[in-house]
């Protein structure tokens, strides 16, 4: 898997994307963002996300509305501007700058239905994310 290889030419770096401007932490409450399946089949994302980790990411998790839920779904990012994608600004943060974070719109960026309930679903990776985060703030201590 691209993912988990230890190899720099198929290593892939993944972001996630839940947070709106709107609902801070409850991203079950204000999530706007909608998928929505096309005649062609492909669901397409269409909304704007407030804080967006790793977006030269290659891949995603991304929160939005489908069909009465709060669904999880991964998106891959295009290689080349097709405008399903809009930066609107960096953020100007402390922290992990290696990792940029912004504020993006959704234009009909394709995603892939990961589950139906997105938030029992992301929640693991957010735990291995904030261990991460504070093995890595003690190790600085010493």
């Avoid at 967006?52 to 779904?73: H, K, N, P």
Wanted: glycine letters at 8%; charged letters at 20%.
């Amino acid at each position: 898997s691209n993912l988990t290889s230890e190899e720099p030419d198929r290593f892939w770096t993944s972001g996630q994307w839940m947070t709106e401007r709107a609902g801070g932490s409850d991203v079950t409450a204000s999530t706007e963002t909608t998928a929505v399946r096309g005649e062609d089949g492909v669901i397409r994302l269409f909304g704007n996300k407030f804080y967006t980790s790793a977006i030269d990411c290659d891949v995603s998790l991304a929160l939005a509305r489908y069909e009465g839920q709060l669904a999880l779904f991964l998106v891959h990012l295009p290689e080349e501007y097709d405008g399903t994608v809009q930066v609107e600004r960096l953020k100007d943060k402390l922290g992990t700058r290696q990792l940029p974070t912004a504020e993006l719109t959704l234009n009909g960026l394709p995603g892939i239905l990961l589950a139906e309930k997105g938030i029992a679903n992301i929640i693991p990776m957010l735990q291995v994310t904030r261990l991460y985060n504070a093995i890595s703030a003690t190790s600085y201590v010493r």
